[in-house]
């Protein structure tokens, strides 16, 4: 099982820097994406996906697509349950 791994990040953000760290404990490979406060047309984006979830915007925004499946988890703020569940827990069952 293929797992693509996004987190969309912003300054100053406690939460990012701990998921980040999370996952590279982990070894988990991950891209990060910058949400600069200038980028309106992304954080729209973002507040759409918040509220089609029934979650309020805080970062991060964690994005986990199987690759093999087109299946998609996401959320947002810091999460280390779903870290567990939705990543190490599948990449363990692949195995």
């Not at 600069?36 to 507040?47: C, S, V």
């Not at 697509?65 to 990543?87: K, M, Q």
Request: proline share 2%; net charge neutral.
């Amino acid at each position: 099982m293929a797992l693509e791994v996004t987190v969309y990040t912003k300054d100053a953000c406690g939460d990012c820097r701990r998921t980040k760290s999370n996952l590279n404990q982990r070894k988990v490979p991950h891209q990060t994406v910058h949400v600069a406060e200038d980028n309106i047309e992304l954080i729209e984006k973002l507040r759409a996906i918040a509220e089609q979830l029934g979650s309020k915007l805080a970062m991060p925004y964690v994005k986990v697509v199987n690759t093999d499946t087109g299946d998609t988890e996401e959320w947002f703020g810091h999460r280390s349950d779903l870290i567990v569940e939705h990543i190490i827990a599948k990449r363990r069952g692949s195995l």
